[in-house]
């Protein structure tokens, strides 16, 4: 399961421009790109409805390092959104 938590914009772009700097941005379609979202149980029906309140939305891809994730971001509306995975953060027990 999915949830996305809102990171601030200014920050956001910064970790943007040091993940490629430091070659750590993953580009959509390449195969090791498809491995990280499976390994990291990225779901795409999220992914569609959470871009969908933007309208310039644009995805942008951390391999690892600490700010590694899945980052959702609009330019026109400086927002970004960092998609998680809650059933790897929280033991089933502490979710029930």
């Known amino acids: ?5 809102q990171i601030e914009y200014p920050n ?3 970790y943007f421009k040091d993940a490629e700097t ?3 941005k993953l580009v ?6 498809n491995f990280w979202l ?10 569609v409805e959470t871009a969908k309140r933007f309208s310039d939305a644009k995805v ?7 700010n590694k994730g899945f980052y959702i971001y609009s330019d026109t509306r400086e927002m970004c959104l960092k998609l998680m995975d809650i059933s790897t953060k929280y033991a089933h027990a502490e979710i029930a």
């Open 12 to 14: 956001a772009r910064n």
């Open 28 to 33: 959509m379609g390449n195969m090791n790109t």
């Open 60 to 66: 942008f891809i951390i391999s690892d390092g600490s």
């Open 38 to 47: 499976h390994r990291e149980k990225i779901n795409f029906d999220f992914v």
């Open 1 to 5: 399961m999915n949830i996305a938590r």
């Open 22 to 24: 430091r070659g750590k």
